[in-house]
């Protein structure tokens, strides 16, 4: 329709009008690309910073991957377990809905280094029969593990502070003598710059002295998904407490968030990189309408719709946000690759979540900064410029 | 006989409430053809503005009616109004507000990007208008390269690009020192004003009555007899 078509022409020709008006102000234009620029890459890096510190630091639970963990009920983190006696893995697999559940241990423990150093490390003792959560390996054979002293070493960015182990290296480990056969990539690295070494679970608390209780966690597999709450409401009744592996990732990010200031911190320094953006960009967008204003009352008296001056604001405003959003995003990535280069167990990660929350920041940035402006442009009125 | 461009009837203007209130326009009426270059002029405050506004369609009068070629415009709604100044209308401001960041052509072509035309196609005509006020080579400059006579010379080339029916100039010799200001009207005179056009010309500025077909006298808010019979 003849109609739709001059309507688009028109939008196109008054959003070009508004782009050009916009980037020649080359001062201005950079001044706030700069402002929302800084602002994106402050709440991305810091945001980044937390979701690679929360997924280290759920790193055992993404990789062993079992989608139901029963532990005592006062665990907070994966790394900070409550052993368990052998009767709740009797208990949990004869409860309904469970198809099967393996013991898992997960410890620390000192090797002793050729030098005569000792380097802590962290043991993952897999269930013997099954090898549940057992890592991908890179060398070796799996089947391995089951020889005299075996342990499959991770190979991540911890890996060389166990003097980069080949298969066969032999080390000591609490007195008790280990030996390489093999070595795996797993998904996440540990929070704490640790090495990681895989056994069975019966060979981790031969070696390592444990107290009484030895389960660490009872990993479970569900018959099905639906079966999960019932399996939750047994394990409960045994006095125990089951999380999903994402309600327990969850915990693990609580734990931070709430218990030790991390949350508040990254709160308070994304507010502030918000506060940043939003006055640089509102303040030198204000100033940019503000040094048009008698312009746009000229367009208004030429003929200019009032809604056609908002629609020309709101495009500048969400020109600058995006392009700035793209610039602090492509900043934040190139960054944290860089340090990822140079320490690969640097602990930053851009998640959708990361994205989400930083677009956001910028749409309600750019809303008020438009929503000063087109106030002040609706406010102005054609016969204040005649009236000079 | 002539056809009607402008014809008002009744205008009255008040500003303010009580004992606050301002009469800025009398009962106004007036008629303006095509073909003529009519001047309103008067000493500052004597509702010179507020007619030109009024006859706009920028200030509604508490009464009074406005037919711009026949057309009521105060019967139609806020975007219609809005759609006929754009169609018919070609404004000069007294301080030109042409945009600084965009280019004597692209600010001529201004009225055509609100119009439908695309940018390319706004831009030459833009040209072509910049030529006729003899302003061709300075297309790629930026108005503040410009000098005040030439500044107004692009706000002409902007205000008839799209060839409207009315052009309304409001002071537009005020900026402008007399040499340039007799040989703006005079350009506008002899080049801007056609048998399909109807100018008019708030001003107080005496040295470019020569220019008018007719000049109107304003004061107190009124229109004062006799008109003058101009160039």
Same mark, same amino acid.
């Given at each position: 329709?003849?109609?739709?078509?001059?309507?688009?022409?028109?939008?196109?020709?008054?959003?070009?009008?508004?782009?050009?008006?916009?980037?020649?102000?080359?001062?201005?234009?950079?001044?706030?690309?700069?402002?929302?620029?800084?602002?994106?890459?402050?709440?991305?890096?810091?945001?980044?910073?937390?979701?690679?510190?929360?997924?280290?630091?759920?790193?055992?639970?993404?990789?062993?991957?079992?989608?139901?963990?029963?532990?005592?009920?006062?665990?907070?983190?994966?790394?900070?377990?409550?052993?368990?006696?052998?009767?709740?893995?009797?208990?949990?697999?004869?409860?309904?809905?469970?198809?099967?559940?393996?013991?898992?241990?997960?410890?620390?423990?000192?090797?002793?280094?050729?030098?005569?150093?000792?380097?802590?490390?962290?043991?993952?003792?897999?269930?013997?029969?099954?090898?549940?959560?057992?890592?991908?390996?890179?060398?070796?054979?799996?089947?391995?593990?089951?020889?005299?002293?075996?342990?499959?070493?991770?190979?991540?960015?911890?890996?060389?502070?166990?003097?980069?182990?080949?298969?066969?290296?032999?080390?000591?480990?609490?007195?008790?003598?280990?030996?390489?056969?093999?070595?795996?990539?797993?998904?996440?690295?540990?929070?704490?710059?640790?090495?990681?070494?895989?056994?069975?679970?019966?060979?981790?608390?031969?070696?390592?002295?444990?107290?009484?209780?030895?389960?660490?966690?009872?990993?479970?597999?569900?018959?099905?998904?639906?079966?999960?709450?019932?399996?939750?409401?047994?394990?409960?009744?045994?006095?125990?407490?089951?999380?999903?592996?994402?309600?327990?990732?969850?915990?693990?990010?609580?734990?931070?968030?709430?218990?030790?200031?991390?949350?508040?911190?990254?709160?308070?320094?994304?507010?502030?990189?918000?506060?940043?953006?939003?006055?640089?960009?509102?303040?030198?967008?204000?100033?940019?309408?503000?040094?048009?204003?008698?312009?746009?009352?000229?367009?208004?008296?030429?003929?200019?719709?009032?809604?056609?001056?908002?629609?020309?604001?709101?495009?500048?405003?969400?020109?600058?946000?995006?392009?700035?959003?793209?610039?602090?995003?492509?900043?934040?990535?190139?960054?944290?690759?860089?340090?990822?280069?140079?320490?690969?167990?640097?602990?930053?990660?851009?998640?959708?979540?990361?994205?989400?929350?930083?677009?956001?920041?910028?749409?309600?940035?750019?809303?008020?900064?438009?929503?000063?402006?087109?106030?002040?442009?609706?406010?102005?009125?054609?016969?204040?410029?005649?009236?000079? | 006989?002539?056809?009607?461009?402008?014809?008002?009837?009744?205008?009255?203007?008040?500003?303010?409430?009580?004992?606050?209130?301002?009469?800025?326009?009398?009962?106004?009426?007036?008629?303006?053809?095509?073909?003529?270059?009519?001047?309103?002029?008067?000493?500052?405050?004597?509702?010179?503005?507020?007619?030109?506004?009024?006859?706009?369609?920028?200030?509604?009068?508490?009464?009074?009616?406005?037919?711009?070629?026949?057309?009521?415009?105060?019967?139609?709604?806020?975007?219609?109004?809005?759609?006929?100044?754009?169609?018919?209308?070609?404004?000069?401001?007294?301080?030109?507000?042409?945009?600084?960041?965009?280019?004597?052509?692209?600010? !001529? *072509? $201004?009225?055509?990007?609100?119009? %439908?035309?695309?940018?390319?196609?706004?831009?030459? &005509?833009?040209?072509?208008? /910049? @030529?006729?006020?003899?302003?061709?080579?300075?297309?790629?400059?930026?108005?503040?390269?410009?000098?005040?006579?030439?500044?107004?010379? !692009? *706000? $002409?080339?902007?205000?008839?690009? %799209?060839?409207?029916?009315?052009?309304?100039?409001? &002071?537009?010799?005020?900026? /402008? @020192?007399?040499?340039?200001?007799?040989?703006?009207?005079?350009?506008?005179?002899?080049?801007?004003?056609?048998?399909?056009?109807?100018? !008019?010309?708030?001003?107080?500025?005496?040295?470019?009555?020569?220019?008018?077909?007719?000049?109107?006298?304003?004061?107190?808010?009124?229109?004062?007899?006799?008109?003058?019979?101009?160039?």
């Amino acid at each position: 329709m003849p109609q739709t078509r001059q309507g688009k022409q028109l939008m196109k020709g008054i959003l070009k009008l508004a782009y050009k008006l916009l980037v020649n102000d080359q001062a201005k234009f950079s001044a706030l690309l700069l402002g929302i620029t800084f602002a994106v890459f402050l709440m991305m890096f810091i945001t980044s910073m937390f979701s690679g510190v929360m997924n280290h630091a759920s790193s055992t639970v993404i990789n062993i991957g079992a989608p139901l963990w029963v532990m005592d009920p006062t665990v907070e983190t994966i790394s900070n377990s409550v052993g368990m006696p052998d009767y709740v893995l009797d208990a949990v697999r004869s409860m309904q809905g469970v198809k099967y559940a393996v013991p898992l241990y997960s410890g620390g423990a000192l090797v002793k280094l050729s030098d005569g150093n000792y380097q802590s490390v962290t043991v993952i003792g897999l269930d013997d029969t099954s090898l549940y959560g057992r890592p991908e390996l890179i060398e070796g054979k799996i089947q391995d593990i089951y020889a005299e002293n075996g342990f499959v070493v991770v190979r991540d960015a911890e890996f060389s502070k166990l003097e980069n182990p080949r298969l066969g290296s032999e080390f000591e480990l609490n007195d008790h003598r280990g030996v390489i056969v093999g070595t795996a990539r797993v998904a996440t690295s540990g929070l704490y710059g640790l090495p990681t070494l895989y056994t069975t679970y019966e060979r981790a608390i031969q070696y390592i002295p444990n107290p009484r209780y030895t389960i660490s966690y009872v990993l479970v597999e569900p018959k099905s998904p639906d079966d999960i709450p019932r399996i939750k409401q047994q394990v409960e009744a045994l006095g125990y407490r089951a999380r999903t592996k994402e309600e327990f990732m969850k915990n693990t990010a609580d734990f931070f968030i709430y218990k030790t200031g991390g949350g508040t911190n990254m709160l308070i320094m994304t507010a502030i990189s918000f506060l940043v953006g939003l006055s640089i960009s509102g303040q030198t967008f204000y100033t940019f309408i503000l040094e048009n204003l008698e312009r746009f009352g000229a367009l208004k008296a030429i003929g200019t719709k009032s809604r056609d001056l908002v629609r020309m604001i709101l495009f500048q405003a969400s020109f600058t946000a995006l392009t700035g959003y793209g610039l602090g995003v492509g900043a934040c990535v190139l960054l944290i690759w860089l340090a990822k280069v140079r320490l690969p167990s640097y602990a930053a990660m851009v998640t959708f979540g990361n994205l989400a929350i930083s677009f956001a920041m910028v749409v309600v940035i750019a809303a008020a900064s438009s929503y000063a402006a087109i106030r002040r442009v609706l406010r102005i009125e054609p016969f204040d410029i005649f009236r000079g | 006989m002539p056809k009607k461009a402008i014809q008002a009837s009744g205008l009255v203007k008040w500003f303010g409430e009580g004992e606050a209130k301002t009469m800025a326009l009398r009962d106004v009426s007036l008629e303006a053809q095509f073909g003529e270059m009519v001047y309103i002029v008067g000493p500052s405050g004597s509702g010179k503005t507020t007619l030109l506004s009024v006859l706009t369609g920028i200030l509604k009068p508490n009464t009074g009616k406005v037919l711009l070629e026949g057309v009521d415009i105060w019967g139609l709604s806020a975007d219609q109004l809005a759609d006929f100044r754009l169609a018919k209308i070609g404004f000069v401001f007294q301080d030109y507000h042409l945009f600084p960041r965009l280019t004597t052509a692209e600010n !001529v *072509a $201004i009225p055509l990007v609100l119009r %439908d035309k695309n940018w390319g196609e706004s831009i030459r &005509e833009a040209e072509k208008y /910049l @030529d006729i006020v003899g302003l061709k080579n300075r297309a790629e400059l930026y108005p503040v390269k410009l000098s005040g006579g030439e500044q107004q010379r !692009v *706000a $002409i080339a902007r205000a008839i690009v %799209d060839q409207p029916d009315i052009l309304i100039m409001d &002071e537009p010799t005020a900026s /402008l @020192d007399g040499d340039t200001g007799v040989a703006i009207l005079s350009f506008v005179r002899k080049n801007v004003l056609n048998q399909d056009r109807c100018i !008019v010309v708030v001003t107080h500025d005496d040295r470019i009555y020569q220019f008018a077909t007719r000049i109107l006298q304003m004061e107190d808010g009124r229109l004062k007899g006799p008109e003058k019979k101009g160039a």
